[in-house]
C-alpha cells in the first residue's frame, strides 16, 4: 500500500463547476497534510496546507481534512482553464522533517 | 513564503561527467530538500540537507553518487556524479521553515539534466 494514494487523472470537469481532488494517507501519525499544484513544465507550487480536522478555505480552494476517514481533498471552486495542472498531495509526521507525495492527479478543465 | 533559485536552470552533459547544483534561498529556513522528478511523474525524495554535517539520504541514494553541501541556512549543493543516462531527470531543490503553527515546504525552479 503506497503511503499516499491519489488517482491519477485525467480528470475532466468543465469550466465553472467544482473539481474535486481526493487523497488518502496510510499513516495515522501524520499530522500535516499539503496541496501542490504543478503545472507542465514548471515546479510545485503549494497553494493550501491544513491541519486540524474540518474545512480551509481560501479563496477559490478548500482543503478538506478526515484524520478519522485518513483523507484529505481539495475543492476548487468555479473552475478556470488555468486550472489545468497535476495536483500533488502530500503528509508529513510531526516527529519527521520530510514529506512525502503522492503521484499527483492530473487535471483538465474544458472551456 | 521563501524564494528559492537554482542555477543552472538546464544542462546537457557526457556521461562520465559530474554536474554540482547549486540552491539559494532569500531566507533562513530549518529545512532543506534534493528532489528528483523523472517526466510524468512524481517527486521522489534523494536527501535532506543538513547544516554542516552529512545529508540523510533516502533508499536507493548514496553519498557517494550525489553528495551534498549545506555549508549554511540559506545555501546547499547537490552533485550528480560519474553520470549516466539515467540520471536524466529534473532536480528540484525545496526548502522550508517549521513552526508551532506555520510548516511550509516550496519549491526552486528546478535544473533540467540531460545525460548523453
Do not use: H
Amino acid at each position: 500500500q503506497k503511503e499516499v494514494e491519489q488517482n491519477s487523472g485525467p480528470l475532466s470537469v468543465p469550466e465553472g463547476a467544482i473539481a474535486s481532488l481526493n487523497c488518502t494517507y496510510s499513516d495515522r501519525g501524520s499530522q500535516s497534510f499539503f496541496w501542490y499544484r504543478q503545472y507542465s513544465g514548471k515546479s510545485p507550487e503549494l497553494i493550501m496546507f491544513i491541519y486540524s480536522n474540518g474545512d480551509k478555505e481560501d479563496g477559490r480552494f478548500t482543503a478538506q481534512l478526515n484524520k478519522a476517514s485518513q483523507y484529505v481533498s481539495l475543492l476548487i471552486r468555479d473552475s478556470q482553464p488555468s486550472d489545468s495542472a497535476t495536483y500533488l498531495c502530500a503528509v508529513k509526521r510531526s516527529s519527521a522533517s520530510k514529506i512525502i507525495f503522492g503521484s499527483g492527479t492530473r487535471l483538465s478543465i474544458r472551456p | 513564503s521563501a524564494v528559492i533559485s537554482q542555477k543552472p536552470s538546464r544542462d546537457i552533459c557526457q556521461r562520465g561527467t559530474s554536474l554540482t547544483i547549486q540552491c539559494q534561498v532569500d531566507s533562513q529556513v530549518t529545512m532543506m530538500f534534493w528532489y528528483r522528478q523523472q517526466p510524468g511523474q512524481s517527486l521522489t525524495l534523494i536527501a535532506t540537507a543538513n547544516q554542516g554535517s552529512e545529508a540523510t539520504y533516502e533508499s536507493g541514494f548514496v553519498i557517494d553518487k550525489f553528495p551534498i553541501s549545506r555549508p549554511n541556512l540559506t545555501f546547499s549543493t547537490l552533485t550528480v556524479s560519474n553520470m549516466s543516462p539515467e540520471d536524466s531527470s529534473i532536480y528540484l531543490c525545496s526548502a522550508g521553515r517549521q513552526g508551532a503553527t506555520q510548516e511550509t515546504q516550496y519549491f526552486g525552479p528546478g535544473t533540467r539534466l540531460l545525460v548523453l
